[in-house]
Each structure stands twice: as C-alpha cells, then as structure tokens.
C-alpha cells in the first residue's frame, strides 16, 4: 500500500482520536450525573467514529473497522433513545480508543493493524456484547453497517468490470479519470448535504434537495460509463432520499444514516474502479434490501427493478415541501414540522402543504460545508522553512537599511522604497509567524483524559475546567510542553485534591476543581493550572527537604515562595508511598528543565486549605524575539527585552561591597548583585568602575541582578538562529542573530550567564 496513503490515514486518525477522547470524558460526566450533553453531542461524536471507520475500511484495515464500527453503533443506539448512557458503556468506549492509538501506532510503524490481534478481537467481542444488549431480538435487523464490513472484507467475486476497462485508449483513460474525479466531488458534495440535513432544521429542506441532485447526476454518470451495479444503487439510493425529502418515513435520520454509509460503499467501488477497472459492488443485494426496507408500499421495486435509462431533456423535478413525519427516539434530527397522516392526496391540500417554501432555479448551489477547502495540511518542515526565510529576508531588508550609502542618501524615492520594503518585510513576518500559532484548547482538552484516569485511580471526583483556551501559542511551545503538562495535573488531581469525604469534612463539595488557564501577559504566555485543594504543607516540605539533605536547617528561615520552590529539586517527594501515579520523585524537576529549555519559567503560588497555582511563563515563540543590542568590549550581545526591566548609572552612595568580596548596587530601598559580563564572556571591557558605568537591571527567572556592560546601542526584533553544531551547546548562549550591518550578535541566556558568574573568582 502507498506510504503516503498510510501517513495520511494516521495523521487524520490521530486528530480524530484527540477530538473524540475529549468528548467521551464530557459522556463520562454525564453519564456519573455531574454534568449534562445535548443531541448534538452525540451526534458529533458518532460522526467522528464514522469518519474513522470509513476511511480505515477503504484502507483494509480490518481491526481498526471493527472496533470502530461497535463504537459508534452503540453511540446510535444511545442517540436513537435505545440505550441509557451509563458508566460502563462510557468506560468500554475508553478502552476502544485507547487501543485504537495503539493500532495507528502499528500502522505507522509497519502498515498493518495485525499488532495485538487477540486484543482486538477481544475488545470487538466485548463491545458487540454490549450491543447486543441494548438491542431486543425481535428488532434486529441487519445493520447497514455491518453489510458494509462484510463487503469490505468480502473477497471479490467475478461480477462483470467495467466496458471500458477492456480497452485501455488514451482517451478511455481521460475519460475514466474525470469519471472517477466527478463522482468523488458529488460524493463528497452528497455527504456535505445529508449531513447538513441532519444538524440543521433550517437547512434541512435546501439540503435535502441539493443531496437528491447530487446522487441523480452521479447515477446518469454510471449510467453513460456502464457501470450497472453502481447505478443500480445509486438510483436505490436517489428513491430512498426521494421518500424521506417528501416526509413520507419516520425515521428520516436512519436513512439518512445509511444513505452515508452508501456513499461510503459507492465510493470505494469508485476507487477500486479507478485501480482496476472493477466497479462491482460486494454485497449489492444486501445493500439494495436494506434500502428497500425504506420504501413505502407503493415506491418498493419490484424484483427486476433496475435503474431506468435518464433521458436526455431530464429536468429536476418542481421540488416540493418537506413534511416530516412526527419522530419517536430520534432524537439527531430536529423536524420543523410533522406530516399529515397521510399522504397528500388533493390539489388544495398540495397547495397547503408547499405554499410555505420557496422554489429554487433548479441549479445546484455549493454547501458551505462541502465548498472549497478552507484549511489545508502543510508538512511542519516546510513551515519552518518559509518562517527561517522569510527570516532571512527581514535581515537582508534591515542590512540594506542601515547600510551607511542608504542611509545617508537624500533619494526620496529611495527611502520612500525602502520604507515599503521594511513594511511589507515586516508584515510578511507576522504572518508567518501567525501560521504556527495555535490554540491552547487542542492541549487543555488531553487533560481530560489525565484527569479521568487519575482521578478513577485514587478515588477522587474531579471537574476540569478551562478558562482562555483559545489562546495561541507557537505549535513548537505546545509540543514541548504537553508532558509537563500531564505531570502538574497529575499531581493536581493526587496530591493537591482530597478525597471526597475528606472535602466534605471540610465543608466543600465533594467534587475538587482543577482549573487550567492561558492568558497573554506582558508578551508572554501564562499557563495556570489551579486546585481547590488542601494547598502545600510548607512543614512537610521542608522536613522532607531537611531529611534528604536538600536543604540545611537555615530553610526555616526562608519565605514561602522558596520553600515551595523545593518541590522541583530532584527525586523529591512528600508522597507516603510509591504508587503507579506518583511518589517515585521523577517529575517536577523534568517540568522545571523543560520549561526553562523553552526560555520560560515556573513558580508556585499556594494557600492551606484553599489550594494551588501553578504558573508556567512561556514566550509566544522561539523563532523571534525582541532583544536589547549591547557592547562588552569588542562583542556585541543580545538581551531578551522581556527580561529587561531598566538600565541606569549608579550613583556614588548606591554601591556596596558584601562580606565576601561581591558588588551589590542599592536601587530604590532594594539591594541587587552586580555582574561583570566582561569577566563572565572574557572580554576586555572599556572601564572597572561603577560609577559612572552602565547597569543594566535583569530579571532570571525571579531572581533580579545588575548586569554591568559598556554600551547599550539599541532595540531590535531578533530572528534566533541556531548555533553551528560542531560548537555543541556553548553555556550563557542562546542562539545568534545577523545585525543591520551584517555582523553575528550572541544572543545571551540569563540563567546560563547567572551560573557562570557564580564559578567566577
């Protein structure tokens, strides 16, 4: 099979599977009677597990199909009011997704679903158990659904291929080419119109319409390339729509139903038509009968039904007025209005019935469902590499710019020119940057995952809340921070909340809340993930510190915010015991390194008995900054503006000198460490003195410090290039940048510089 098929299938099976597991922890919550989900919801997430199946069903992958295909047939049965949503049913739906991840696993790794096969069939057995429950026997009838697996897996039969895959011309080739294009569009156009049928009351009638043309035009289509099965189902399917646009069923949202996963099955024998020249349908029969099942009386086929040829002066007909029928459990479609008891059956009553709808020009308007694409997938690589462009581009324009013959001439023109560049340059750069901006809500929404298990585990009742999840971050921040991420809610959920007997004797509710929040702050992200628990115990803290040799005893003297701070050190704990979730003292250090690798920070804020804060403060990217250009010696640097909070010179009084030897600098009634940057990079700086030197005060990650430099030359928007590798990682260095003039600046990490200095004699 093509690579690129199989990528394809998993990078969309992941996505699907990230919006479904959110959405079943939302089930999970309702079904536990903590919260509550409307139709639509379910309708949504049966949708998604379709889609999922579909696609795994035209790829041949059988376990993926099956797991899928309970999955949402017990979300029908819930929709269709023939099932209470309980517990259990939501617990066997977390299983299927958590072994549908390990399956695109397998398919990534080696292109097969065959991996763990007894755990499939297992999970398959246990969810068709479940099924079958929900369903009476006396009302079981074949499901679309599984007609269509067994097609698919049905080896193919000697049915008659197509005329035209007998004579392989240039220009049958051209022909089956558009063919195959054209019905793919009318699929996806018919899909786009029964789907919008289905959710919306106030398209239905529109849509219902548009889907019936869409068919009709792809069954003359079969008709003309002799595709007979083919066309045989679709006009199948165009009687069955035709019944359900007229009102004349009750149960409009089961056909509509299967009239989808007829497009499915018309569209892989489209497919396999396109491969082969075999544009058969496996299983038409059985597809034709359940459609049948559809028909009223008087419309149901005869045995020898076939597709009528269409003439070619065929019109649409005249469309008339839906009137659906009252709906019992069928909750997913919403009807306007119900139908008669009968049909209509007089002039005046077919007046009645239609004066209230309008009449259309018979043209085929675009859905805005199923109308251009509006989003595409772009390989990451690619992105990256038009952003280091566009990069390269802002320092050439600014290269240009400062260069001395420019910058001196008196060309209006010129510098009229020059000026659109740096506009147009500048905002060429925001856009690019805009495209690796995503929301936050993708990330947040994982958690309730974690949050579920987690709390499942110990025993615990936990909501999870968001606040400002549409808040966009650079999709490589967002990488790097989804495991910290799963680390502090984790512990949220373990240490920060208490039971719920534990809350009650408390006087709160027995369901802990545990908050997640983004929000930009001073050109930075804030991330805060909030518990109303019992907060840090600053004795235990610092008993624990003590006892492992973290701390001396002098810690009792320190401030909460330093004590809290210990939880980071490594390997530690306050945890009782080990468990599968936490105790080991592996974690909240790696949260600290990670986030510090991002340029970023972390602090904890707490309060006994009320609960914590975590606050994680992140830059909006990696790829630009803006930096303070300074002078040490010879060197030129870069300093994170967002880290600067102030330069000045020192007055005389202001400078002090600690008992060991270091320099410290009073500004306004606070007392800051001095560091000499030319004895930290071993540069000759122009002066020794203080006094009259220039100070540049910075903030590293809450701790505040002097940096002493010889010039500050000024402000500029600073692309972050990366470092030659044979250089390794070279320590208080962050990247370079190329200035105006064309030379190389080291951009400076203040942590890095905050360590060297200490080690400095």
């Not at 049905?154 to 392989?168: F, M, N, R, S, V």
């Not at 009645?352 to 997938?377: E, W, Y």
């Not at 050439?396 to 010129?414: F, G, I, K, Y």
């Not at 009792?556 to 210990?566: G, K, M, P, R």
Request: charge should be negative.
């Amino acid at each position: 099979m093509d690579e690129e098929f199989i990528n394809a299938f998993v990078d969309e099976g992941r996505e699907l599977i990230d919006e479904i597991e959110p959405s079943i922890i939302e089930l999970k919550i309702a079904a536990e009677g903590r919260g509550s989900i409307d139709a639509e919801q379910i309708n949504a997430l049966f949708r998604l597990f379709h889609t999922l199946k579909g696609s795994a069903g035209f790829l041949g992958f059988g376990h993926v199909t099956g797991i899928t295909h309970e999955a949402e047939s017990l979300l029908d049965q819930v929709r269709m009011g023939a099932r209470q949503l309980t517990v259990s049913l939501v617990d066997h739906l977390c299983q299927a997704i958590d072994h549908l991840r390990v399956l695109l696993d397998g398919i990534a790794h080696n292109g097969r679903d065959s991996y763990q096969e007894q755990v499939s069939g297992q999970l398959i057995d246990e969810l068709a158990a479940l099924l079958a429950e929900g369903r009476p026997e006396e009302e079981q009838p074949q499901s679309m659904m599984r007609i269509h697996d067994s097609a698919l897996a049905a080896p193919k039969h000697g049915a008659t291929a197509a005329p035209l895959a007998e004579t392989e011309s240039g220009f049958q080739e051209e022909l089956r080419e558009r063919f195959v294009q054209e019905g793919e569009e009318l699929l996806d156009v018919f899909e786009g119109a029964l789907l919008e049928a289905s959710k919306d009351p106030q398209l239905m009638v529109q849509s219902l319409h548009d889907a019936f043309r869409q068919i009709h035009s792809f069954k003359g289509n079969c008709g003309i390339m002799g595709l007979g099965e083919m066309e045989s189902l679709a006009h199948r399917s165009e009687t069955a729509l035709d019944v359900v646009r007229n009102g004349f069923t009750e149960r409009p949202a089961r056909v509509i139903e299967d009239l989808l996963s007829i497009s499915d099955v018309l569209r892989g024998a489209l497919r396999s038509y396109q491969v082969d020249g075999d544009g058969s349908v496996i299983g038409l029969d059985a597809f034709m009968d359940v459609l049948g099942e559809h028909l009223l009386p008087e419309t149901a086929p005869s045995e020898d039904d076939t597709a009528a040829p269409v003439p070619d002066n065929y019109a649409d007909p005249e469309p008339q007025e839906i009137v659906p029928a009252k709906v019992e459990n069928d909750t997913p479609l919403e009807l306007p209005v119900q139908i008669p008891a009968r049909k209509p059956r007089t002039i005046s009553e077919v007046q009645r019935i239609t004066a209230s709808f309008k009449k259309t020009d018979g043209k085929a308007p675009v859905l805005g469902a199923a109308a251009a694409r509006q989003d595409v997938r772009v390989d990451l690589a690619k992105l990256d590499s038009l952003v280091n462009l566009v990069g390269e581009l802002v320092l050439a324009q600014t290269m240009v710019a400062s260069h001395p013959r420019v910058a001196d001439c008196d060309d209006e023109v010129l510098q009229r020119s020059i000026h659109l560049l740096q506009r147009v340059a500048g905002d060429l750069q925001d856009i690019a940057m805009s495209v690796r901006m995503i929301p936050l809500s993708g990330t947040f929404r994982k958690m309730l995952r974690v949050v579920h298990d987690v709390a499942k585990r110990v025993g615990k009742q936990v909501r999870l809340e968001f606040i400002g999840e549409e808040t966009e971050v650079d999709k490589t921040v967002i990488e790097k921070i989804s495991d910290p991420l799963v680390h502090i809610v984790r512990n949220a959920v373990d240490h920060g909340l208490e039971l719920p007997e534990e809350r009650i004797a408390r006087g709160k509710p027995s369901e802990g809340v545990v908050t997640l929040e983004a929000r930009h702050e001073s050109g930075e992200v804030w991330i805060l993930i909030r518990d109303d628990g019992r907060g840090l115990d600053r004795g235990k803290i610092l008993n624990k510190a003590i006892e492992k040799e973290v701390v001396g005893a002098e810690a009792h003297e320190w401030n909460d915010s330093q004590v809290f701070n210990l939880v980071f050190s490594p390997g530690f704990s306050t945890a009782a015991q080990v468990t599968d979730v936490s105790g080991r003292g592996v974690g909240m250090d790696v949260v600290k390194k990670n986030i510090e690798r991002l340029k970023g920070r972390v602090d904890i804020l707490s309060e006994s008995g009320k609960g914590s804060t975590i606050r994680l403060r992140l830059p909006l990217t990696l790829a630009i900054i803006d930096g303070l250009v300074i002078r040490v010696g010879s060197g030129r640097y870069i300093l994170p503006i967002l880290n600067v909070k102030e330069a000045f010179q020192p007055q005389p009084g202001a400078i002090t000198v600690g008992p060991d030897g270091s320099e410290m600098v009073r500004v306004r009634e606070e007392i800051f460490p001095v560091i000499r940057l030319s004895e930290v990079l071993g540069r000759r700086a122009d002066g020794n003195e203080l006094i009259g030197g220039l100070l540049v005060l910075v903030d590293i990650n809450g701790y505040w410090a002097c940096l002493l430099v010889d010039e500050l030359i000024g402000q500029q928007e600073t692309v972050i290039k990366g470092l030659s590798q044979y250089l390794g990682e070279a320590r208080g260095v962050a990247g370079c940048t190329i200035l105006g003039d064309g030379s190389v600046a080291l951009i400076l990490d203040l942590p890095g510089i905050l360590a060297m200095s200490e080690s400095v004699p």
